[in-house]
């Protein structure tokens, strides 16, 4: 059974950083497309960071937020710098089956970020 849990969220003034981490058991994350996606309230869900055979980033985190793995700890991560009071959102991390193809099939059950100003 996989099972992604995420951790390292807060309360951070803006300007501040934090680092996400997203666990995985029963899941290779060097075999897998994953990704960091978050939700604010009232709000859809978006992408902000896959990586895959590349990385990818949403333009409003482009050089603030740095997506990677650590395939020998199965772990994800997301170090966010330069943090906004726009970042406050709940973020989740997900993991396709397959490196290739980002179609997300799993996914954690989220960490809370707020940033104040």
């Known amino acids: 059974q996989v099972r992604l849990v995420e951790s390292g969220g807060g309360s951070v003034q803006a300007g501040g950083s934090l680092q996400l981490s997203c666990a995985a058991s029963?899941?290779?994350?060097?075999?897998?497309?994953m990704g960091w996606f978050r939700q604010a309230p009232g709000k859809e869900r978006e992408r902000v960071a896959v990586i895959g055979t590349d990385t990818s980033y949403a333009d409003f985190v482009k050089g603030r937020f740095t997506i990677s793995k650590d395939n020998a700890k199965d772990t994800l991560y997301l170090q966010m710098d330069l943090l906004k009071p726009e970042d406050t959102a709940m973020y989740y991390c997900a993991g396709a089956q397959w490196l290739y193809s980002c179609e997300f099939k799993f996914w954690g059950q989220g960490t809370q970020v707020t940033v104040s100003s």
């Open positions: 029963g899941y290779t994350v060097r075999l897998g497309c």
